[in-house]
């Protein structure tokens, strides 16, 4: 990155928002950080462990300014924080966002973003089941993807920056439109998330399992399905909500697919199960070779300590 940020604003400072700042912390990245949040407690934490140069009660005065805001709380929240942000965004900064959704996130922020900012809407495709300002870490973007999706309008120098700011953070960098995204992490993030909740519920709505059983003997698949569900509920109820056309689409397609395996389990079809199996398979070691993933037993969660 060639040219450092004189001031970035994070509206938001969970997960994402604390390692955007550890991140630019440690590549000096930003010559100011500026943070919101909404709890007193979560702003007197940011200040304690300083993440942030200085801490706002308000997103109005947090981007006051700034040349980079992002905007890091749940997708839900963007409409409304986009109107009081609006009118005290300074001409020529640029308006990003790490939500899970893009389509939704271009209909409710677009219509604030005054004319002369530049609104580039992205996703990190990184994360962790762990959320609060004493969550963030600043590798947690290495190696991972960065997806931005322009409007066709969008200034190519101003989308360069961004990418080069997200590369320096340590991801890899893709463009595509918010259609497509949308579509894309229906399938590689949102249904298996919907289908970790459902698992983990199911189990816990079994009569004839009791609870103490189900924590027992979760070290088969239970418990990496449990890994997932422990995301932050607001967040994902927020992402279903405002993907939901891409979301039922995907589910759409799983159920029938799921619906062919029950009937090859009934009828006693091996092949069938086999070579779904086997190009299943051939998926998680794709997704390994890409770094992406690693091959370490246990995924790398090392032996669990003794008692």
């Known amino acids: 990155m060639t ?8 509206i938001g400072i969970g997960l994402i928002g604390s390692s955007l700042a550890h991140a630019m912390r440690k590549h000096k990245l930003a010559g100011e950080i500026t943070g919101y949040a909404r709890s007193e407690a979560t702003r007197a934490k940011a200040m304690e462990i300083s993440l942030v140069d200085i801490v706002f009660p308000t997103a109005a005065e947090t981007v006051k300014d700034a040349d980079l805001v992002i905007l890091c ?8 924080l986009a109107r009081e942000i609006g009118p005290r965004l300074s001409p020529g900064a640029i308006l990003t966002d790490v939500g899970s959704v893009k389509g939704a996130v271009v209909r409710d922020v677009l219509p604030h973003v005054p004319r002369d ?19 963030g870490f600043a590798e947690l973007f290495i190696n991972r993807w960065c997806i931005l999706t322009p409007l066709p309008d969008s200034d ?4 360069e920056r ?6 320096a953070c340590g991801s890899n960098v893709e463009v595509m439109t918010p259609e497509h995204h949308d579509l894309v992490l229906a399938i590689t993030s949102h249904l298996p998330h919907l289908i970790a909740y459902n698992i983990v519920s199911t189990a816990a709505d079994l009569e004839e399992v009791t609870s103490s059983e189900v924590i027992k003997y979760s070290a088969g698949g239970f418990r990496d399905f449990t890994r997932i569900a422990a995301s932050d509920p607001t967040m994902w109820r927020d992402v279903f909500l405002n993907n939901k056309d891409a979301v039922l689409e995907m589910l759409g397609r799983f159920s029938e697919d799921l619906s062919a395996l029950q009937r090859a389990i009934r009828w006693g079809d091996g092949d069938m199960l ?14 390994i070779e890409a770094g992406q993933d690693t091959a370490s037993p246990d995924f790398g969660r090392g032996a669990p300590k003794s008692q």
Not at 3 to 10: C, T
Not at 156 to 159: E, K, Y
Not at 162 to 167: E, I, T, V
């Open 274 to 287: 086999f070579d779904v199996f086997a190009r299943s398979r051939q998926i998680r070691r794709g997704i």
């Open 73 to 80: 709380s749940p997708v839900g929240t963007y409409g409304e």
């Open 117 to 135: 900012v530049n609104f580039i809407p992205g996703h990190p495709i990184a994360g962790t089941e762990q959320s609060g300002p004493e969550s």
């Open 3 to 10: 040219k450092p940020f004189d001031r970035v604003a994070l």
């Open 156 to 159: 190519t120098g101003a989308v």
């Open 162 to 167: 961004l990418a080069d700011f997200w590369r």
